[in-house]
């Protein structure tokens, strides 16, 4: 972005941020593709960045009336896609680790399964119940209700409850890492 565009986007934050409304299309139009540009250079699945793209200019605008004359408003509007990029990654990453735990630890016997199928999952659910043995009380405990009831205990809150998860789940991995190598 050259100096006359960024000193016209800071002159249109401001003018939005004192409650012009017109000035909402123009600096959407300036800032979408350099946003969704670097929001997919950031999380590398098209998809995703323009899904955080959007969110990230959602919350622009909600927040326009915090935007400081003065300020550089392409700075601004990438902080906030950065922290949203942040975000789509961190819930991929726990969709997959839920994946792969719901996998391991509950899986259910197929009726018309085949013998070697049957095979493979008696070997994984002895592996993971080696595993999961292994674990200390509290972490069974964490992990199971976070599968079982998919809910945090009462009192504790979502945060807290969430890194216990993590760093139960982090454990689980490490133990099979250390007993079955990388694979």
Request: with cysteine; glycine share 6%; proline share 3%.
């Amino acid at each position: 972005m050259d100096r006359g565009k960024r000193t016209d986007m800071n002159r249109l934050m401001t003018e939005l941020a004192d409650g012009n409304r017109a000035a909402f299309h123009p600096i959407f139009v300036a800032a979408w593709p350099i946003v969704r540009g670097f929001c997919a250079r950031f999380i590398g699945d098209v998809i995703e960045a323009e899904d955080a793209a959007q969110l990230a200019l959602v919350k622009v605008f909600e927040r326009a009336p915090t935007f400081r004359e003065g300020s550089e408003a392409m700075t601004w509007i990438l902080t906030i896609a950065a922290y949203e990029c942040r975000t789509v990654r961190q819930k991929t990453r726990r969709r997959r680790e839920l994946g792969d735990s719901t996998i391991a630890l509950s899986m259910e016997k197929d009726a018309a399964a085949s013998p070697e199928r049957e095979l493979i999952e008696r070997e994984v659910r002895t592996t993971a119940a080696e595993l999961f043995e292994g674990l200390a009380e509290v972490d069974k405990q964490v992990i199971l209700t976070a599968l079982e009831k998919g809910e945090r205990p009462e009192g504790v809150s979502a945060t807290a409850f969430r890194k216990r998860v993590q760093r139960a789940m982090d454990r689980l991995r490490f133990a099979k890492e250390k007993k079955h190598g990388d694979a």
